[in-house]
Structures are given as C-alpha cells and as structure tokens.
C-alpha cells in the first residue's frame, strides 16, 4: 500500500480509502439490509493490507437523504476487535438537515454513539451545494467546526461539493479546512470543482480526497467499444478499473481515492492497483490514451453516477436504472442492437419502475448531488423506450 501526506493535516494516509456507500446486502434485502459476512470481512482485509482510511456517512446505506443509513453502525460493527484502532474514520455532516445551529451538535453527537466512537478523524460537511452552504454558514458551521475540534469530537475538518467552481473556490476561502472532498475522474476534469478546484484547493494545503474515481464502476466495466479500443493500444495491459484509479493517482495532488466496493474481487484488485500508483508515473502516451477513451466516452448522455441520492423515488420509479439504459442506447451503433435494448427494458423493467411512471414531484432532484434535469431526462427515456 502507498501512502500520501494528507494536506496540512500531515496525515499518512494510504491513497485507497475504503468507501462504506456500495457494500454487498443481504439477497432480497433493501439497502439497509447490509450482509455483514460479506462486508466485515471486505473491510477487514482491506485494512489488513494496509488500507487506514474508512469513509462513511450519515445517510448511506438508507433510505433515502432524509434519515440515517446504516452504514455508520456497520463500521462500528467491523471496526471492533481492534480495527477502530488501525483507522481513520471519515464522516460527514447531513448539510440539507441543518435547521439551527443545536443541528449541528445534535447529529455529530448522534454519529459519535452510531460509530461507537468518542471521536471522529476526518468530518465533513456532507455535499454543500450553493442552497447548503448559504444555511450552514450563516447558522455558524466554523464556529461548530472550531468547537468541536477544541473538544475533541473531531480532530481535522473538511467539507465534500456539489456545485460549480466559484462557489468551490468561495468555500476553500472561507474557513481553515483541513481537507476536501471532491469528484474527479477523467471524464470529469472540468465538472463541478474540477481539474481546477482541485489543484486551487491543493495549493492551500488541503488535503484532497477523491470521490467517483470510478463513476459508480461506469469506467470499470462493460465498456463503449471505441474505449476499450483506446486502452488496447497501450503496451503495459491494465483493467479498466485500473487505467481509471491510475488516472486519478498520477496527480500529486490527490491525497487519496475512494472506493466503494461491493466484493471481495473489487477489493483485491484495488489493493493490487493502490501497491503500485505512484504519483506521475503516467507516460505522456499513457495519458494521450486515457484522453482518447474519455473522448469515446463522451456519448454517454446523462451523468449518473448511480449513487441512488435520488432513491428512493416516491412514485417508484428506478432513476438510475432508466438512466443505465438510456445511456447504453447512446453507445450503441446500430438499430439492430438499439431495437434489442428496447426488448430487454420492456421485458426487465416493471412497468412501475419505468420512466413514464415519474410524477414530476422533484423530489430527486432535490438530492442530485451532479444537478441532473432528472425529469426531463426521464420524459426522453420514456419517449426512446415507448
């Protein structure tokens, strides 16, 4: 395992972190029915073998962004028998829950007893947006952070975004952060915070925790035709998952990326990648190639990341699922193949989880954290799948 300096923290921490948003669930189960015979041992192995950043969050694992997941009490079900010990646990404040000041103290308290813990490593303020920001700054979110940290409930903090530059660039200026959270891959270097913000923030000395290196496991498999071309030109052979996690640890900025695995196979292959990625130790062809398959990748039409912020949907219709095909209508070439997609979304999808079953509440895009026209897209679903 490699370790990078987490900004001014000055940290060791290895540049895979162990992201607890994805984790296996019981078969037949919801999303709050984790298997913890699968999931311990993912996370203890992971920890084994050098990994010492666990990220998690108030709503993973739950039923929605309205209420607490069950991924916080998870950790503290893997992280007894010593483990606690061999980590840095990472969560996040709910932003979008925050009412009053008493808020931010009341959900802090409640996730040190949910984690089990009487402190927290690396808190964040969960995907500030420019709504959430404006209501937890003007409630007094530094003077919280500054109190907290005086009293020991956390010790480094930091934020994850949402939303545009500027607002990015007007929130790193804003308070002594410690560290940020942001997407980045190589499909997104000029989306929300960016190539840019990354580097603004890394400049400050914030440490830099990376979100979607994968896209939701988009760029790890069944890949578009013309992408897996482009990697097949390169010498040194490597998984897609692999060319993906590289890109993101070649810059020296990066202090450490996230992932959120569903298996003990995804574990070990990143464990393997994370042994290896060195900071700028792409070749310049390395990195022509990684730009020739983000530009095959460009005809994907919606940016879901499958994060499911936007699920449960009130009408029951499945967001991501529609968007998963939607898109692969887009890579497709042919109407032969685009007419057996069709098929496959008739006979697969219940009728009640299609696209044409959206009601138009808003409700999802409310919880978008990429800012998806998620009613409008859904209309176009419903019109190419008719």
């Known amino acids: 395992m490699l370790y990078r300096t987490y900004g001014k923290t000055q940290e060791q921490v290895s540049i895979l972190g162990f992201g607890c948003m994805r984790l296996p669930i019981i078969e037949g189960g919801t999303a709050r029915d984790i298997d913890d015979s699968k999931a311990i041992p993912m996370l203890r192995h992971a920890i084994d073998n050098g990994v010492n950043y ?9 039923d929605g962004m309205g209420g607490g997941g069950a991924s916080e009490p998870f950790v503290a079900r893997a992280l007894k028998d010593g483990y606690r010990e061999k980590v ?6 709910p932003a979008w829950l925050i009412q009053k000041r008493e808020d931010m103290d009341r959900y802090l308290n409640e996730q040190l007893e949910r984690l089990e813990t009487d402190h927290i490593d690396f808190y964040l303020v969960h995907a500030l947006n420019t709504g959430t920001w404006k209501t937890v700054k003007e409630l007094g979110i530094g003077e919280f952070l500054d109190s907290a940290i005086r009293d020991g409930r ?16 007007e929130i790193v200026d804003a308070y002594d952060w410690s560290f940020c959270q942001v997407q980045y891959n190589y499909l997104d270097e000029n989306f929300q915070a960016g190539l840019e913000g990354l580097e603004y923030a890394a400049a400050r000395g914030l ?4 979100m979607e290196p994968l896209r939701g496991g988009k760029l790890a498999r069944e890949l578009p035709a013309g992408v897996q071309a482009a990697f097949d030109q390169a010498e040194t052979k490597r998984t897609p998952a692999e060319w993906a996690f590289r890109f993101v640890f070649n810059h020296p900025g990066v202090s450490l990326a996230l992932s959120g695995m569903s298996t003990m196979e995804q574990v070990e292959d990143n464990l393997r990648i994370a042994a290896e990625a060195e900071a700028n130790s792409l070749t310049e062809r390395e990195l022509a190639i990684v730009k020739e398959a983000e530009t095959a990748f460009r005809r994907m039409r919606i940016s879901c990341t499958a994060c499911a912020y936007c699920m449960p949907c009130p009408a029951g219709v499945d967001i991501p ?7 692969e209508y887009y890579f497709l070439d042919h109407d032969n193949p685009k007419k057996g997609l069709k098929d496959r979304y008739a006979a697969r999808m ?13 409700t999802c895009e409310e919880h978008c954290p990429q800012n998806l026209s998620i009613i409008e897209e859904l209309k176009h679903v419903a019109e190419v799948f008719a």
């Open 54 to 62: 666990v990220d998690t969050a108030y709503p993973y694992h739950g």
């Open 88 to 93: 840095f646990i990472a969560t996040k404040l």
């Open 154 to 169: 956390i010790r480094h903090a930091g934020f994850s975004f949402h939303d545009e530059l500027p607002l990015f660039k």
């Open 207 to 210: 440490g830099i925790s990376v």
């Open 321 to 327: 699922g529609n968007f998963s095909y939607i898109n």
């Open 350 to 362: 219940e009728e009640e989880h299609r696209a044409g079953a959206c009601v138009e509440c808003g």
